[in-house]
């Protein structure tokens, strides 16, 4: 399979097998994207090429075909295995939130259920249960989530002492993540987070309004300037460790692109905006129609990247960062994230879930960490959906970015874990043909 597309004013093709990537002109996109089918040169669009030039073309092909970089035929892969390796947990450290944000899925922090905090019983239970359950592998990774985790940073600090405690007897590194709203960040625990934190994640949507807009305290009132300020301090302070600006666009913001340059001006140079994903009712839902003018946004957004990462507002945006060289392995490229599988999620009260999305959904309690019970069934169940089980996925040219998509998102929207959520999909592509044009303008390809 072959996908060729215009971005930034530029043709390319990628072969989707071989990850091959080449820059291309119209000629030589019209021939491939014949992808087979007969050559009528007295018809458009080839009617207006010589019968040299489009020979000459075609001879280009036809080498790129016969050195294994065009056309590559589709990899046999073999069906991912559950082998019951957990590398990573999501600790939901805290049930309750200092914001009130209007597309919460987590209805608020408390994820539909009584506001509480995770005692460090519970904490330092899961942390057992992680180097019990990861084998021999040696790098495990715990993300402080919630709710708002700085609601109970002393559970947090007493959990990364613990974990800590144990590296040297069980030979493990623990790299720990934590995501905060920043509105009760203090110099206390910036210096904390710089110290523990392999990477620390900042919620913030963009400009005041649109953020104020959907991001309101608990009491009600705006939240920005009091986080944008706590974040900007946690940004002087940070260095060159790893962080990220992480926000949300919604049907009110559609024009996201602007955000992303605003967060860049504010100073922040790690940038991440996601689309909202909520029900079709709700206010701030996107919806198909909204499709075309995204995928324009990432346009505008990957225009203004360019120019900017010449010079002192250089930033990365997240979605831009994809490897093409490289990339992840091909079991990684199969099961993406791992949710279900080798990542799992703790609740304040020790349930284990798939992720941290499935927090409160009682189908999908996997076991409980104080009561060391874990049912296999829903990790295998989760481990089996890959790429080799999704027919969608596998005739889309993106598989291989985006391994299948969310399983929450499938679960959720689509009542299959097999099934992508559409709106997702259409936007990672617009993101990977992006980051692919960026990094041909770049000379990076």
Same mark, same amino acid.
């Given at each position: 399979?072959?996908?060729?597309?215009?971005?930034?004013?530029?043709?390319?093709?990628?072969?989707?097998?071989?990850?091959?990537?080449?820059?291309?002109?119209?000629?030589?996109?019209?021939?491939?994207?014949?992808?087979?089918?007969?050559?009528?040169?007295?018809?458009?669009?080839?009617?207006?090429?010589?019968?040299?030039?489009?020979?000459?073309?075609?001879?280009?092909?036809?080498?790129?075909?016969?050195?294994?970089?065009?056309?590559?035929?589709?990899?046999?892969?073999?069906?991912?295995?559950?082998?019951?390796?957990?590398?990573?947990?999501?600790?939901?450290?805290?049930?309750?939130?200092?914001?009130?944000?209007?597309?919460?899925?987590?209805?608020?922090?408390?994820?539909?259920?009584?506001?509480?905090?995770?005692?460090?019983?519970?904490?330092?239970?899961?942390?057992?249960?992680?180097?019990?359950?990861?084998?021999?592998?040696?790098?495990?990774?715990?993300?402080?989530?919630?709710?708002?985790?700085?609601?109970?940073? *002393?559970?947090?600090? =007493?959990?990364?002492? %613990?974990? $800590?405690?144990?590296?040297?007897?069980? &030979? !493990?590194? +623990?790299?720990?993540?934590?995501?905060?709203?920043?509105?009760?960040?203090?110099?206390?625990?910036?210096?904390?987070?710089?110290?523990?934190?392999?990477?620390?994640?900042?919620?913030?949507?963009?400009?005041?309004?649109?953020?104020?807009?959907?991001?309101?305290?608990?009491?009600?009132?705006?939240?920005?300037?009091?986080?944008?300020?706590?974040?900007?301090?946690?940004? *002087?302070?940070?260095? =060159?460790?790893?962080? %990220?600006? $992480?926000?949300?666009?919604?049907?009110? &913001? !559609?024009? +996201?692109?602007?955000?992303?340059?605003?967060?860049?001006?504010?100073?922040?140079?790690?940038?991440?905006?996601?689309?909202?994903?909520?029900?079709?009712?709700?206010?701030?839902?996107?919806?198909?129609?909204?499709?075309?003018?995204?995928?324009?946004?990432?346009?505008?957004?990957?225009?203004?990247?360019?120019?900017?990462?010449?010079?002192?507002?250089?930033?990365?945006?997240?979605?831009?960062?994809?490897?093409?060289?490289?990339?992840?392995?091909?079991?990684?490229?199969?099961?993406?994230?791992?949710?279900?599988?080798?990542?799992?999620?703790?609740?304040?009260?020790?349930?284990?879930?798939?992720?941290?999305?499935?927090?409160?959904?009682?189908?999908?309690?996997?076991?409980?960490?104080?009561?060391?019970?874990?049912?296999?069934?829903?990790?295998?169940?989760?481990?089996?959906?890959?790429?080799?089980?999704?027919?969608?996925?596998?005739?889309?040219?993106?598989?291989?970015?985006?391994?299948?998509?969310?399983?929450?998102?499938?679960?959720?929207?689509?009542?299959?874990?097999?099934?992508?959520?559409?709106?997702?999909?259409?936007?990672?592509?617009?993101?990977?043909?992006?980051?692919?044009?960026?990094?041909?303008?770049?000379?990076?390809?």
């Amino acid at each position: 399979m072959v996908h060729t597309f215009k971005c930034l004013g530029r043709l390319f093709a990628l072969d989707v097998e071989s990850g091959s990537v080449f820059e291309i002109d119209e000629l030589t996109k019209d021939l491939i994207d014949l992808q087979g089918a007969p050559l009528d040169i007295t018809k458009e669009p080839f009617s207006c090429y010589s019968k040299d030039e489009i020979s000459e073309a075609q001879d280009e092909i036809r080498e790129l075909v016969d050195q294994g970089i065009l056309f590559t035929p589709e990899s046999k892969h073999e069906k991912p295995h559950y082998n019951g390796i957990v590398k990573a947990l999501c600790l939901n450290i805290s049930h309750n939130c200092s914001l009130r944000c209007e597309y919460c899925f987590a209805d608020g922090g408390s994820y539909n259920d009584k506001r509480r905090n995770m005692d460090k019983s519970v904490a330092f239970a899961a942390i057992d249960f992680l180097i019990e359950r990861s084998g021999t592998r040696r790098n495990l990774e715990v993300d402080f989530f919630g709710g708002e985790p700085l609601l109970n940073i *002393e559970v947090v600090k =007493d959990t990364v002492a %613990y974990a $800590r405690s144990k590296e040297k007897q069980f &030979n !493990k590194n +623990f790299r720990f993540t934590i995501t905060t709203n920043a509105y009760r960040l203090g110099d206390e625990d910036i210096e904390f987070f710089n110290r523990e934190m392999y990477n620390v994640v900042i919620s913030i949507d963009g400009r005041k309004e649109v953020h104020n807009r959907v991001r309101k305290t608990a009491n009600g009132e705006d939240s920005f300037d009091i986080i944008l300020n706590n974040a900007r301090r946690f940004r *002087e302070k940070r260095g =060159d460790k790893q962080y %990220y600006i $992480r926000g949300t666009f919604t049907a009110l &913001n !559609k024009d +996201f692109s602007v955000d992303a340059l605003y967060l860049n001006d504010m100073g922040f140079d790690q940038i991440s905006l996601e689309p909202v994903v909520l029900p079709d009712t709700h206010r701030l839902a996107i919806h198909e129609s909204d499709i075309p003018e995204l995928v324009e946004q990432y346009e505008i957004l990957a225009k203004e990247y360019i120019e900017r990462r010449k010079t002192d507002k250089w930033f990365n945006f997240f979605h831009f960062m994809i490897d093409i060289a490289g990339g992840p392995c091909e079991s990684k490229r199969l099961v993406g994230c791992g949710a279900g599988n080798e990542y799992l999620a703790v609740a304040p009260n020790g349930n284990i879930y798939p992720c941290h999305q499935f927090d409160g959904k009682n189908d999908f309690v996997i076991g409980n960490v104080l009561k060391k019970e874990f049912d296999d069934t829903l990790p295998e169940k989760f481990a089996c959906a890959n790429l080799t089980t999704k027919p969608e996925c596998l005739k889309c040219w993106a598989k291989y970015y985006c391994s299948g998509g969310c399983a929450a998102n499938s679960v959720n929207f689509c009542g299959d874990i097999n099934k992508p959520y559409t709106i997702t999909c259409a936007l990672m592509k617009k993101r990977v043909e992006c980051a692919i044009a960026i990094k041909a303008i770049e000379g990076k390809i």
